[in-house]
């Protein structure tokens, strides 16, 4: 097993297009890292490059104390898993788990072992004999991830490997990735543009937009503090709302009078934006102490929650996140109360987080 280094990643594509931009990441040994971003970041072209499938322009690419600039793919000891699953059609589950170690010429006992012990971990056991066009999609992908398994790489790299499922399907095969991941304790980096895929399986995510790492941390870390506006967009949803706002005796203040608690180590001399999560806001009958007024633009009832869009400082768009026993109709004249925490502030003119 190995951690990845990449350091100063560089790619243009012949036709100048930069696809990845200086990209530095630091991929611990047994870590499950995932790179997250919209179509288009660069994820794709930094995990094909780290698998040998894409030649960087310029920077490094180490895979545990080995400089792979230079290997070819099969050379660098890594599976990969791609959202097609490209099982051979004419072969059965088994064989298409055994061909790769045969391939490579093990002996019959150890292919054996491997494709059982692959198999027992995805729970394929009665999907040996079958081909795949008798498998379901979801069979198929585990068959798909068993074939990575049976390698026993030092690394797996996954490119959105559960896009084609279905939605309760991708959440019971990122439970068995998570769970596959921790048991094996292999090093796992994960592409996804799903920020729920993303919070729900990394140890840590990268952010990427326009081919540049806009913030690397844990779920936690990029929920509570995204890096910047992009990351504060991105991340959430309903996304956070980001509030113009005003130091002013010792607090911060949005245009409609909305107060909140400030960080400490504000700076004062700049324009400011504040992050506000719709769970730190509360929707209030109107006149409610330290409630500023608003007004229902709608309400979306999500069975467990309510999603409030309220009018409030010139804005028609403030997201409130509430339990679903609190009811207003749309139009009615409301309160807005700040209710967590210290928001998250941004420079308006560099768009990163100052406090
Ligand atoms: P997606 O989620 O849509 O797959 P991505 O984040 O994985 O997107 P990449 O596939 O890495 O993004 O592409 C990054 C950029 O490089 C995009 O602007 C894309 O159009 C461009 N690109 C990708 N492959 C090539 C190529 N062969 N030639 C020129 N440009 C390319």
Redesign the pocket.
Known sequence: MAGIEVTALH?R????????DHVDLSIGDGELFV?L????????????AIAGL?RQTTGDIRIGDTLVNDLPPAERDIAMVFQFYALYPHLRTRDNLAFPLRAEGLPKAEVRERVDEAARLMRLGPLMDRRPRRLSGGEQQRVALARALVRRPRAFLM??PLTNLDAELRADMRTEIKHLQGELGTTMVY?T?DQVEAMSLGHRIAI?NK?RVEQIGTPLEVYDRPASLFCAAFIGSPPMNLIDVEVADGKLRGQGGLVLTPPPGLPRDRGLVAGVRPEALEVTEPGAERSVPARVVSAEWLGDELIYVVDHGGRRDVRVRMPPTVRFAADAPVGLRHTGGTPAVYDVSTEELVA
């Open positions: 790619k594509y012949p036709d100048g297009t930069v696809a990845v790179m971003g919209p179509s288009g970041c660069g994820k794709t072209t930094t995990l094909r894409e490119d959105e592409v543009h990427l081919g």
